[in-house]
């Protein structure tokens, strides 16, 4: 069924769940040194020492809060703590009081808001951690899920549109003109973990809406090369940061490590959505997967995905970014289960060398975030190694049975023991 090039000959051997249950255990060891005892979670360097003068950002501390779940769920009680920490400042450090929603992120010492940008990136990942957070038990879980809930329902969520607002200045006066897929991505993600922890169908509905929007027509609009940036009526914006391509949240170009991200998105809802599912949301995970790893892998002749290429598929950033790569993991596993295709596994097995090869830091902990494209440790994108939750997801997600969210698919399986 996949059209993308053949995996390495030969093939490498798959890690067995022993392998992938250490690979968690070392990734959490080295992301909870991340507590900053001023609230929320520390940017981390390479070495894993936090840097506590940076701001505390909300995405990388409802990243944290959600692994910490992730691990309450699978029986780590240590974990616990973190998850309290993280929850904490969900309620008191990063939330607006005066305004509501949550600040991008605050100045650690004062806690004052850096930014009076109110992101749906930041809010999607509020609704991750809280969905995550309720599903582990957490006894404030819950309030800031409902919180969170009302904030996106009030702001972010477009009823005409079928999709969500990039972002608003504090008071909720302003929407920027500008949309994004990045953010209606992680909005996916974060729906569909709120329908599965709550049962609600709304939630569901809502991200089948983005996803036939972003996927089965942008994309698939686009001859699956995803345009990432909109105007406010949702007209592609192809030359949006041509000037600065290598941005970290909004570059210019094809963003490789998106295809595979929304490929696996696309398998969580097609689970979620069980017998009702259209056959579309199959082919199209595959028709993303196989773009991605037609144009992205070994682009420039080395070895590894570069991070982005331009619309004619000629590679424009071409450092190797370890969130691609995971992504690449955990897409190819999913489509390995759905499909009967065992290319798929021999990607997964290759990523996951490719991973061990160069990414993997046996040293200093957790992935190396970048490489240049030489697979040389590199800093142009990202500096230091602030973020487990991509390599996180790509060790969990063998180990579990087919689900619409990570921490659904974990309390399902406490429930069933």
């Known amino acids: 069924m996949s059209s993308a090039p053949s ?3 030969p093939p490498n051997t798959a890690p067995d769940e022993t392998w992938l249950a250490g690979e968690r255990q070392r990734l959490w060891s080295f992301a909870r040194g991340a507590v900053h005892p001023s609230g929320g979670f520390a940017w981390l360097d390479d070495s894993g020492v936090p840097e506590l003068e940076r701001p505390v950002h909300a995405w990388l501390t409802c990243r944290m809060t959600h692994v910490a779940a992730l691990e309450v769920l699978q029986g780590n009680t240590e974990a616990q703590a973190a998850l309290d920490h993280g929850v904490r400042a969900l309620r008191e450090v990063l939330r607006d009081a005066g305004h509501g929603g949550w ?3 605050v100045d650690p ?4 808001p850096v930014s009076s940008v109110k992101g749906c990136y930041d809010h999607a990942f509020v609704l991750l951690a809280a969905s995550s957070a309720t599903a582990a038990g957490h006894p404030d879980g819950q309030a800031v899920l409902d919180d969170a809930r009302e904030v996106f329902a009030t702001h972010f969520w477009d009823e005409t549109d079928g999709l969500a607002v990039e972002s608003w200045d504090r008071g909720w006066r302003t929407p920027e003109d500008y949309r994004g897929a990045n953010a209606n991505m992680h909005t996916v993600e974060a729906l569909l973990a709120v329908h599965e922890v709550t049962g609600d169908p709304v939630p569901r509905a809502q991200a089948a809406r983005i996803v036939e929007h972003v996927v089965h027509g942008f994309a698939r609009g686009n001859d699956w090369r995803l345009p990432e940036h909109f105007t406010a009526d949702w007209l592609p914006l192809l030359d949006y940061n041509r000037d600065h391509p290598a941005d970290q949240f909004r570059p210019y170009g094809v963003t490789i490590g998106h295809l595979l991200e929304w490929s696996r998105l696309t398998l969580h809802l097609r689970t979620a959505l069980g017998a009702a599912a259209p056959s579309w949301l199959l082919d199209d995970a595959v028709a993303l997967f196989d773009t991605a790893v037609g144009i992205g892998w070994h682009a420039d002749g080395q070895d590894g995905f570069v991070y982005t290429t331009d619309f004619d598929a000629t590679p ?15 897409a190819a596993w999913a489509l390995g289960r759905a499909v009967d295709d065992p290319s798929y596994g021999d990607w997964y097995a290759a990523w996951w060398a490719q991973a061990e090869r160069y990414f993997i830091d046996r040293e200093n902990g957790s992935w190396r975030h970048e490489l240049d494209q030489s697979n040389r440790p ?8 602030p973020d487990v939750y991509h390599a996180y997801q790509a060790a969990l997600l063998p180990s579990l049975e087919p689900a619409a969210s990570f921490a659904g698919a974990l309390r399902a399986a406490g ?3």
């Open 415 to 417: 429930s069933a023991r």
């Open 316 to 330: 424009v950033v071409r450092n190797r970014l370890h969130w691609v790569l995971a992504e690449g993991i955990g």
């Open 378 to 385: 590199a800093a142009t994108v990202w500096a230091g190694k």
């Open 109 to 112: 010492s004062t806690h004052e």
């Open 7 to 9: 995996p390495p000959s």
């Open 103 to 105: 600040f991008s992120a």
